[in-house]
């Protein structure tokens, strides 16, 4: 169990949640509480981190027995959350990488494209709006927020596993192989 927050584990977590550098660098990002643990694909997940207090109350519950675990001290946990109010669970998860060409060769394609989006909330609702629209992908500049910033992660409430999506250098590039493929563009 780590009870000391200057653990290396510990500060590395705090990386993560704080710096997109980090998270790209590392190819993973945090996925924060019990409801989007369990969205979680199990083969994306590289490690969990638990709270003494849920760890002793819920690991039966929980097959923690699947995953790397480590159990951090409450007040740990609560230093390395990135909510007010910690649910006792966050795990470090793989990020995945999608190709345009892939995506925009699947049957009957729904893309929607986002230029220049900057707030966290807002990306998040987006693409978990975009998954009840039937939107097969979702292609964002490169100067969009994070799309691996927690507030984000929080925000899809679990699309983000589920809506494959791809951060372009180049809309118009995206755009004409869009056209190119005979997908028909609309701009709102």
């Known amino acids: ?103 925009i060769s699947k049957e009957n394609p729904h893309f929607i494209v986002l230029d220049n989006l900057q707030d966290p909330g807002n990306l998040g609702t987006i693409v978990r709006t975009a998954e009840g629209a039937g939107v097969t992908a979702v292609f964002m500049s490169s100067d969009c927020v994070d799309i691996y910033n927690p507030k984000v992660i929080r925000s899809t409430m679990g699309a983000i596993f589920r809506v494959p999506f791809v951060i372009a250098d180049s809309l118009p590039e995206v755009i004409f192989q869009l056209k190119q493929n005979g997908v028909s563009v609309y701009a709102g």
């Open 1 to 103: 169990m780590i009870t000391s927050t200057s653990n290396p584990q510990v500060k590395n977590l705090l990386q993560l949640q704080k710096k997109s550098k980090v998270r790209n660098e590392e190819q993973v990002f945090i996925v924060e509480g019990l409801r989007m643990f369990m969205e979680v694909p199990q083969d994306q997940v590289k490690k969990v981190y638990v709270s003494e207090s849920l760890y002793n109350k819920k690991k039966e519950e929980l097959h923690l027995e699947r995953f790397p675990v480590e159990v951090l001290a409450d007040k740990v946990f609560q230093h390395v959350s990135d909510t007010k109010t910690p649910q006792g669970i966050l795990c470090v998860v793989k990020q995945r990488k999608y190709e345009i060409e892939d995506l």
